[in-house]
Nanobody
Framework: QVQLVESGGGLVQAGGSLRLSCTVPESIFSIASISWYRQSPGKQRELVARILRGGKANYPDSVKGRFTISRDNAKNTVYLQMHNLKPEDTAIYFC????WGEGQGTQVTVSA
């Protein structure tokens, strides 16, 4: 299981922004595709963003235009920038390094 360091969650009002970070071991970062998933009570786990090692990203319709995933190769870190947050975005967000493991998650709470 790979050791990931997630940060950036918190409480924000609807319409606000947050940025999540996920730092990945250097030996894995350059070769892995990395995703953010979210899970909230009573809902299915949902993929919210994925970035390939070459930088290409994709998103589901539920977050497209509001969320942006990016990777900083110098810092071995993937970011999830979230704008125009909605109460339905409230969930635990997990950083997932495909084939290697997942972080503990960081809570995002959006108040109405």
């Amino acid at each position: 299981q790979v050791q990931l360091v997630e940060s950036g969650g918190g409480l924000v009002q609807a319409g606000g922004s947050l940025r999540l970070s996920c730092t990945v071991p250097e030996s894995i970062f350059s070769i892995a595709s990395i995703s953010w998933y979210r899970q909230s009570p009573g809902k299915q786990r949902e993929l919210v963003a994925r970035i390939l090692r070459g930088g290409k990203a994709n998103y589901p319709d539920s977050v497209k235009g509001r969320f942006t995933i990016s990777r900083d190769n110098a810092k071995n870190t993937v970011y999830l920038q979230m704008h125009n947050l909605k109460p339905e975005d409230t969930a635990i967000y997990f950083c997932n390094v495909e084939g290697w493991g997942e972080g503990q998650g960081t809570q995002v709470t959006v108040s109405a």
